[in-house]
């Protein structure tokens, strides 16, 4: 963790960072997502908590790409959240909930009562993060139950990646974040992606993901943290193991999605788990990546169909 005079000036900076994003914008009504009436100031509170969970600082020459996240996370959120309403889905895990909020103050090196503090040192509402992420794990319990009937593992593929996995007790693991893009409404895939390569060069990968994943991890630039080889799919695998440490992977096509990597780090790691916990592992593996590819096809679905109107 970092140290005291460390925090002190993170919450300084955030301060005045946020004093200038007050004061860029004038309250007043913004955007109507269905039934759910977004104002400026709630613009202005995203900006805050992509700022302060992202380590970054409010200015002249970031403010333009900050509101355009703020802007899509914000769509992408309430239209998520008119989903969930319909289905009157109210149960989620709590123990999730205090996973993630963890995860998120891990991610900017602090703990979590560090974290509440410089929300309440910049009058936030620490509740705010905390909708967020049940938004989140409302939606992916909704993809669940609608989907779950379709979770369809093959056993023998199984069976085959632990055999793999035995042959050797040191196990690679990569620091991994990513951009997932949706192609159902590009019309030219090879041009899109020209251009996403271009933004990641001139920017950064974790200011593009922010900006265009699709990808619930894009609220953090795309992190995905370490990724065990073990949980990557052979075609993913072969992608991941031919790019070096700091660039980005080719592009892997997936049923309906792009996906980039970005290879930040890996390292070797002796592998503790027991037969039963590695095959445990490969499944969730498997189930998690046929459900996120269902979350992003019925997201797709319900973005069509709900009106969005700026004001």
Known sequence: MINIKKIFFLIILLIISFT?????????????????AITKSDIVNEIKIILLLNNKIYSSSNKKELRQIAITTILKRNIKLNEIEKYKLTQYSKADLAKELERLANNINVDLDTLKNVFSSNDM???????????????????????????????SEIEDQLKKENESKEKLEYLISEILINVENITNTDEEIKKIKNRI????FESVAESISDSPS?????NLGWVKESELSEKIKLVVMTTKVGAVTEPIFLSNEILLY??????????????????????????NKI??????SHYDKVRRSISVRFH
């Open 20 to 36: 200038k994003v007050n004061a860029a914008i004038v309250d007043g009504m913004f955007i109507t997502i269905g039934n759910k």
């Open 125 to 155: 509402e620490f509740k705010l993060i905390e909708d967020q992420i049940k938004i989140e794990l409302l939606w992916n319990s909704l993809i669940f139950e609608l989907y779950k009937d379709k979770l369809k593992i093959n056993p």
């Open 201 to 204: 060069n001139v920017e950064s």
């Open 218 to 222: 894009s609220a953090i630039g795309g």
């Open 262 to 287: 970005q290879i930040r780090d890996k390292r070797k790691v002796k592998e503790t788990l027991t037969l039963e916990e590695k095959k445990n592992q490969i499944v969730n593996y498997e189930k």
């Open 291 to 296: 459900l996120n590819m269902y979350s992003l």
